[in-house]
C-alpha cells in the first residue's frame, strides 16, 4: 500500500500519528519559506504542510497541479481550522514525500465550477471524472444500484444473466447488428431489451428475475438519448398488475431512502392514461404542481368519455376558436400583472418551431375582479369570467389559451404548463412526486401504414376484459378514417408507467401467455404466421409448455439517476457517455476497421 | 396473487390453515378415487390430494405433466410422510382449482436424470431450466456473484459501468464489431474486456472499482468457451502486488463461506510460474495430489535455474531417451500391480492424438523390493531404483516415464498426472485448493512474426527490477534461433493467477502507470507511434495528467461458478448459454438480417 490512510479519514484525534498519504495535488500555497498543498483522493483533501527544511527537496522536484503525490509525515492540529472539509481540523506535517507521477496541466480545471466545455471534457473525460460533481454523480448511481438489488434480493428475486448475442428481430427501434464470422452471412443483434429472455424465465419457473442490465438501441439520437443505456429489468410469476405496482412502489421508496434519506411514506397516486391524457395533455404528468389543463374543446372521439364545455367559447365568432380543432386553457398562478412584454415573450415562446403554435390567447383575472384579455372584442367580461373559472383561475392568475389541431395544441399545452411551473419556482428540485399511469391504450394507430402497432411492446397483455375484443375481431381497418371506431381502438392494455416529476422512470404490463392471444397480437401487427415463426417461434412453443401468468417491470437506471441527482442530463450519470453522434470521443469510435476483419467477417462497405 | 405460498413453504404447523398454492404439475397419481399431484415451483413440491368430490372436475378439466395449476385447500398432517422433501409432513386436500395453462408432452421429462440430449435440451432451454439440476446451479451463480458484491461493497468497491460500444483495438483475440449506421463505414467493437476503462478509472481516482460484466471474443470456440461471458472485474489504485493478493483472497474466502459454508482458513499457497511449470508442468496446477514431475532431461534454457540430473538415464544405450529433448517421469502411487492390459491402456492414452506421444516407458516398484520395467534391457535394477528413487516413487509405486520434444512431453507428462489423479480419485471434487501462480514471463516468443508478444496483455507491468532491461534493450530479435538469450525473454512480469483445483479463476497483474515504460511496451510488440496513438491515444493521453500506480484482477466467473458447482461445464452455469458453432439454437441466432438493415447499415455480404 503507498498509503496508510485516505485523504477523507484523518480527524483530531490522530494527532501525533506517523501516516502515509497519496493522492493528486489539488493546490499548493506558498507562505514565505512553508508550502501548503492540499491533496485530494476519491474520500476527500487533506493539507500537507511542507516546512523550510523541505524547501531545497521542493525545488529539486517541483510539485504541480494534479501530480500524484506520496508524502508521510505527523498528523498535526491545525492552527487555522477550516470547518468546511472532514478533515479541516487537521494537517500532516511532512518528513519526507515521492512524487509518484507529474502531470502536464490539465485541459481545464478540476474543479466543481470548471472552465472546461462539454466537447474538452468528453474528450479527456477520465480528467472531467475526477470533479467532484461528477463523482458524487457515479456514487449516487452506485448507490441506487446497491439499494435497488439489496431490496430485490430480499424479497426473492434472482439476478439471472441473459444474452447480449441475440437474434435481430426488429420491432419498432432498429437492432444494432453483430456480423458472426463463423456464421458467414449471418447476424447477432445486440438486446434492445431482456424482454423474451425474461418471459422464458418465468415459463421455467424463476418466479422473481432481475437484472441491471445495459440494453442497446439504435435510433437517432435525440437529446438525452444513448445508444446504449442500462435497465433495472424485473419480471414475476403467479402475478396480477396489483402485485407488481406493491413490490416496485416498495423498491422505489427503498431507493428514496436508502439514497437520499427520504421516508416517502406517502401513497404513491395512480391515474388512468386517460385522466393523465386529458388534465395534463401527456402520459407522464408532474404532479408537483397543479396548473392543470381546462379542455375548452376536442374533438369527438379522442377522450370518447369526456364532456365537452365548447360552450364556453363558441358563437363568438372568434374565427381562431371556431375553426380550431382544441382549445385548451390553463390558469398561471399570480400572473395576472404580467406586462406586454411578458405575455409577447410567451406568445413567441409557444411560436417556437418545438412549440409550433401559431399564437396565444390570454385572459388576466386581475385582482380587483376585473378581466383583461387580449380577445375582449370578442368575448365579454362575463364570458371571459366563465372561461377564467372553468380553468380554475383565481384573482391574480392569468389564463393562458392555445388552440389549434387536437395532438399538437395537447402537446403544446402541456409544455407550456411545464415551462411556466419551471419559471415560477413550482417544480422543486427537491421534492418528488410519484405516480402510476395506468390503462393505456395496447394499440396505436400507424397512419402511414393504415395498421396498428404495439404501444408498449407485443407482449403486453389487454385488460382481461378485452381479451374476447380482441379475438373475437379481424384487425384490419377497413377504413383509415374512422380508425377509432374500430373495436381495437378502445382496447385498453393491462400496462403501467412509473412517473416522477415528469419523467417515465419505470414502465410495464402484465404478459401475453397463451399461444393463440399472442398469435392474434403478433397477426395485429401485420405478422404473418411465418414471420411470427420465423422471429419468436421460440417464445410461441415455449407459451406451449406450461406458461404461467406472468409480468414485470424495467426501470431506466439512467434516468432514474439523473431525476434522483437532480439534472435533466443523463449523461452526467455515464461514466463515459457518447455524444448526440453515438461518438465516444474520447476514444474516437467508431472507427474504421481493418481489412482483414472485413475479409474475415465476409462483408463490405457498401456507403451511398 | 395467484397463491398465498409457494410450494416449499408449507409444515406441519400450517395445518388446518386454508391456502392457495400454484405450479406446475410434476407428476399425477391415482388411487381409486383418490388423485395425488405434486405440485412444483421454484422453491420446493407440495402433494395435492383430490378427492372423490372432484372427481367430475377432474374428468372435465384433466390435469397432464407441466400443466400449470393454482388449487386452494386445506393443509393437512400427511399419515404417510416423505422424509426427503420439506413438505413431506403435510398435503393440501383441495377443494377447488383452476388449470391456468395447459402444457404439451414436454419433449424430455423434467427430472435431475432426464432422458433428453444436450441438442433437444439447449433447443428447448426454457423447459431444461426447469430441471432441479440446472436451476441450482444458476442459483449459486447468483450467490456467488452476491457474495463478491458484499465482499467488495464492504471494501469501499465503487460498481461502475464501462461502455460496451467501444473501439476495436485487436492485440490477441479478434474483436466482435458493430457496424455504426449514424457513421457509416465505421465500426464499435464490443469489450474483449473492460481492461483500459477501468485503468482509466484508476487514472480518474475511482480507487477500488468493481464490475460483474460481459465480454465478448470472436475465437473459434473450443469445448466450454463462449463468445460471450462474464467476469468479475476489479481494480485497485496506490497499490502494490501484494495487496491485491491479500484483497481477493479475502473475496474467493468470503465467496466460500456464503456459498458454500466452508471456512477456507489455510493460508492460499504460492508458486512461481517457473516452479509450476518445472514441477506439474503447466501454470494452473491441481495441487489436491502430489504425483510432481520429475524433469530427468530438459534442454538448457528452459529452465535456467534449475539443475539435470540426465545422468540418472545417459549411457544406457537406450536410443528413445538419449535422443529425446525431455524426459519426464511420475510416480503413481499404489499402481505396481496393474496388468499388462493395464500398462497398454495408458501407453494407447498417451498416444491419442490429442496427447501425441509415441510411447509410454514403465518401472513398477515393486512391493518386495524388487523393480520391473519394460526397459529391462537398457537399465539394470539399480538404475531402475535410481529413476525411480528420483521420482518419489515408495514400494507399490509405478512410475510412469514420458520422453520426445520439450512442450510437448511436459504438457502430456501434466495431462497423465491430471489422468491418473482422476482415475485414482486423488481430485476429490469436495476439496478446494487454492493456489496463487506468480512471477509470469512478461512476453512470450511469436515464431512467426519472430517478435515478442504479451503474454498477460500489453498493460502488464514488468518487476520494478526489470524496468531498466526493458527500457534500456531494444526489442528487435536479430537471432530466431537464440531468442532465449534475448534480454526480454527473462523479464517477469508484475502479474499473478489465482487457481482452483487445476483451473486458473482469476487473473491480473500490477499495471504500468507510466507513458514512456507503456510506448516502450507497445513498441516491444510491433506497434509503431502513430498505431499505437490510432488505438490507444486515450490511455497515453491519460497517462501524462498523473496516473496513479495500480493494479487489478478478472475473476472467470462462469468458470468460478461451474468449480464450486462441482462441474466441468461452464455452460451448465448460463441460463442461455451457446454452442460450440456460437450458435443459440432456441432462438436459432446468428441469422439473415434484412436487406432494410443492410441498405442502412450501408454494408453488404462478401462471401468467399
Given amino acids: 500500500m503507498y498509503r496508510t490512510h485516505t485523504n477523507g479519514e484523518l480527524r483530531l484525534n490522530n494527532a501525533g500519528q506517523q501516516v502515509t498519504l ?199 439520437l435525440r437529446a438525452d438519448r444513448q445508444p446504449e443505456f442500462t435497465q433495472i429489468d424485473c419480471e414475476m410469476a403467479f402475478v396480477e398488475q396489483e402485485d407488481i405496482l406493491a413490490m416496485f412502489e416498495g423498491m422505489v421508496k427503498q431507493i428514496f431512502k436508502d439514497v437520499k434519506d427520504i421516508d416517502y411514506t406517502a401513497t404513491i397516486e395512480r391515474m388512468t392514461w386517460e385522466e393523465a391524457m386529458w388534465t395534463y395533455g401527456n402520459d407522464k404528468p408532474d404532479i408537483r404542481f397543479g396548473m392543470q389543463l381546462c379542455n375548452l374543446k376536442f374533438p369527438a372521439h379522442t377522450f370518447p368519455t369526456k364532456e365537452s364545455i365548447a360552450s364556453l367559447i363558441n358563437g363568438a365568432d372568434f374565427q381562431v376558436f371556431d375553426s380550431a380543432e382544441t382549445v385548451i386553457a390553463i390558469a398561471v398562478p399570480g400572473c395576472a400583472e404580467y406586462t406586454r412584454k411578458q405575455t409577447d415573450e410567451i406568445t413567441e415562446w409557444v411560436k417556437r418551431p418545438q412549440i409550433g403554435m401559431k399564437g396565444l390567447v390570454f385572459i388576466k383575472v386581475n385582482a380587483d375582479g376585473t378581466y383583461k384579455s387580449s380577445v375582449d372584442k370578442f368575448y365579454d367580461e362575463s364570458r371571459l369570467k366563465a372561461i377564467a373559472d372553468a380553468a380554475g383561475a383565481k384573482a391574480g392568475d392569468l389564463v393562458l389559451v392555445l388552440a389549434g389541431a387536437e395532438e399538437r395544441t395537447r402537446k403544446a399545452t402541456s409544455e407550456l404548463r411545464l415551462e411556466m411551473g419551471k419559471r415560477l419556482g413550482l417544480r422543486k428540485e427537491d421534492e418528488f412526486r410519484l405516480l402510476w399511469v395506468l390503462d393505456f391504450p395496447l394499440f396505436e394507430y400507424d397512419e402511414e401504414g393504415n395498421r396498428w402497432v404495439a404501444r408498449h411492446h407485443p407482449f403486453t397483455s389487454p385488460k382481461p376484459s378485452d381479451i374476447s375484443t380482441m379475438i373475437g375481431n379481424n384487425p384490419v381497418i377497413e377504413n383509415a378514417a374512422e380508425y377509432l371506431k374500430h373495436p381495437y381502438a378502445n382496447i385498453k392494455a393491462n400496462a403501467y408507467d412509473m412517473v416522477l416529476n415528469g419523467n417515465e422512470i419505470g414502465g410495464g404490463s402484465i404478459r401475453i401467455y397463451q399461444r393463440e392471444l399472442q398469435e392474434k397480437m403478433f397477426a395485429a401487427l401485420g405478422m404473418d404466421a411465418e414471420e411470427q415463426q420465423h422471429k419468436f417461434g421460440f417464445l410461441l412453443g415455449a407459451f406451449e409448455y406450461g406458461a404461467p401468468p406472468h409480468g414485470g417491470i424495467a426501470f431506466g437506471f439512467d434516468r432514474l439517476c439523473s431525476i434522483l441527482g437532480g439534472s435533466e442530463s443523463i449523461r452526467d450519470f455515464i461514466a463515459f457517455p457518447k455524444n448526440n453522434a453515438g461518438r465516444d470521443v474520447m476514444l474516437d469510435a467508431p472507427a474504421a476497421i481493418d481489412d482483414k476483419q472485413f475479409t474475415e467477417l465476409q462483408i463490405k462497405l457498401d456507403l451511398q
Avoid at 497541479?65 to 508521510?72: G, K, N, P, T
Avoid at 477550516?82 to 507521477?101: H, K, M, P, R
Avoid at 485541459?107 to 471534457?121: M, N, W
Fill in 22 to 220: 497519496a493522492g493528486w495535488v489539488q493546490t499548493i500555497r506558498k507562505f514565505g519559506a512553508i508550502t501548503f498543498v492540499d491533496l485530494r483522493d476519491r474520500y476527500g483533501i487533506t493539507q500537507l504542510l511542507f516546512g523550510e527544511e523541505l524547501n531545497k527537496q521542493l525545488e529539486e522536484n517541483p510539485l504541480g497541479r494534479e501530480f500524484v503525490l506520496q508524502a508521510s509525515g505527523t498528523v498535526n492540529e491545525r492552527t487555522n481550522k477550516n470547518a468546511n472539509i472532514a478533515t479541516g481540523d487537521i494537517e500532516i506535517i511532512v518528513s519526507s514525500f515521492t512524487i509518484l507521477n507529474k502531470s502536464a496541466v490539465p485541459p481545464f480545471t478540476i474543479q466543481d465550477d470548471t472552465d472546461g466545455g462539454d466537447d474538452l471534457r468528453m474528450k479527456y473525460r477520465y480528467l472531467d471524472l475526477r470533479r467532484n460533481a461528477v463523482k458524487k454523480n457515479l456514487e449516487l448511481r452506485y448507490a441506487v444500484g446497491r439499494a435497488a438489488r439489496n431490496y430485490l434480493h430480499n424479497n426473492g428475486f434472482m439476478d439471472i444473466e441473459t444474452p447480449f448475442l441475440i437474434k435481430s428481430t426488429p420491432e419498432g427501434a432498429r437492432d444494432f447488428v453483430v456480423p458472426s464470422r463463423m456464421n458467414p452471412g449471418q447476424f447477432y443483434a445486440l438486446p434492445q431489451s431482456p424482454q423474451t429472455f425474461k418471459q422464458l424465465l418465468m415459463v421455467s419457473g424463476y418466479d422473481r428475475y432481475y437484472q441491471i442490465v445495459k440494453c442497446f438501441r439504435d435510433e437517432d
